[in-house]
Structure formats: C-alpha cells, structure tokens
C-alpha cells in the first residue's frame, strides 16, 4: 500500500533562518506531487507541484522554493524565513495520468511551523 | 477570479440529525469535485469525488451531490455521530496544460452534540 511521510511534525524557527521540510512517498512511483500551506483561519493554498523529478511549477509568488531531486522526494526550503511563512505545510501526492491527477489527493500529516 | 465557498460558520447539529453542508464555486467548469474531511492538527482524508456527469454518489451514511448548473455541491452525512466532528472541506480540480492540481474551499466546521 502507499504511505506518504513528512517530517518533521512541528518545528520553530527564527525568522531569517533556512528552512528544509521534506516529504516521501512509498509504494507507487511516478506520483504528481504538492505542496499546501493553510494559514490559521484560511483554507488550503497550494504552493508547489511537480508532475516529475526536476519539474517544479510554482502557484504563488513567495519566499519559498521546492524541489523533487527523485520520483518520490519532494523537499520544500527557504533561504531566509519571514513572519509570514508561519503556517501547517502539507505534502500531498495523487496518482497521475500523463501529469494529470486521475483521482483523489493523499494527503501527509503535516508540519507545524512557527516563526518567531 | 474563480472561486470556491464554503459556509465559514460552524455548523451546530444535534446527534442524529442529517448535516447539509454547501459548496458553491464561480467561473469553474470542473469535471469533478472532491470532499475531503480535516482533523484539528491532520491532514484531509478524501472522503467522496463526484464527477460532473453524476448527480449524485453515496458512501454508507454519505451523500454527495452535484448541480453543474447551479454550480453547487451539497455534502450530506446522515444519522450524525459526534465522531463526525471535524472541517469538511471541498475542493475542484483544476485543469491546465499537461497538469491538473486541487484547489480547495476554507472548509466548514461541523460540530456534532450528543
């Protein structure tokens, strides 16, 4: 069966300090890949897909940047976090269809980040 | 712009009682729409997808429905039990070349009382 992992659960940084949340997923190869934010009292916001390795688009202009150095690897970073960065980042896979999601979204448990 | 709502007020049923809640959506066309249930500090868990050839599409105490000419979704979950207590959220595939990613509402809060 397939099982996405995200690490880690929660996390406080100091703004200006880097960042690295990363995301696996097993069982499956060639999955679309995602990454949402949800800020406290907004919905989810995605920020992030890739449809495979080395293909990143990007949906909102912000301070941060991802990358999918493998098929089932997905890393989400930042060189200087802000205040705003502050947020539940969640990694998500769904099965793709020439890049397409066929179905329904997988979703990670999530990664509490704070920044102070 | 398109545009995914959901009734942001939290809705308060008794035990038993069926829970309606609402997705309604502007200047989307999608093939199909997706209900996903969200714990407090989890990730959303799929729940239901209904595609826009279906008017409606049942999972046991589940009900989904979808009006692509109203551009409305209605979420039913009969017999409510306090463990349905959570966010529900809805969401709408959208479709680009060569891709397609989920765009979600803000989700309704369903708060189930014994």
């Known amino acids: 069966s397939q099982t996405i992992h995200q690490w880690p659960a929660t996390l406080v940084q100091p703004v200006g300090s880097p960042l690295s949340l990363e995301c696996t997923v097993e069982g499956t190869s060639n999955p679309n890949l995602y990454w949402y934010r949800q800020a406290a009292g907004r919905g989810l916001q995605l920020l992030f897909y890739s449809v495979g390795i080395g293909q990143i688009s990007s949906e909102v202009p912000q301070n941060l940047s991802a990358s999918r150095p493998q098929d089932r690897q997905f890393i989400l970073s930042s060189k200087k976090l802000l205040l705003s960065d502050s947020g539940f980042y969640l990694c998500?896979?769904?099965?793709?269809?020439?890049?397409?999601?066929?179905?329904?979204?997988?979703f990670g448990q999530g990664t509490r980040l704070t920044v102070v | 712009s398109q545009k995914i709502e959901q009734n942001s007020e939290a809705l308060n049923i008794q035990e038993g009682k069926t829970a309606t809640l609402t997705c309604n959506y502007t200047?989307?066309?999608?093939?199909?729409l997706q209900w996903y249930r969200q714990d407090p500090g989890r990730g959303p868990v799929f729940l239901l997808l209904?595609?826009?050839?279906?008017k409606e599409k049942r999972k046991e105490r589940l009900k989904v429905t979808f009006d692509t000419t109203l551009k409305q979704s209605l979420f039913h979950i009969t017999a409510s039990q306090p463990a349905d207590s959570a966010t529900y959220l809805c969401a709408l595939v959208k479709v680009g070349s060569g891709y397609s990613t989920l765009t979600f509402g803000k989700g309704t809060m369903l708060l189930v009382s014994p």
């Open positions: 200047n989307y066309s999608p093939a199909y």
């Open positions: 998500a896979w769904s099965v793709s269809y020439w890049g397409y999601m066929n179905t329904e979204a997988f």
């Open positions: 209904i595609r826009e050839n279906e």
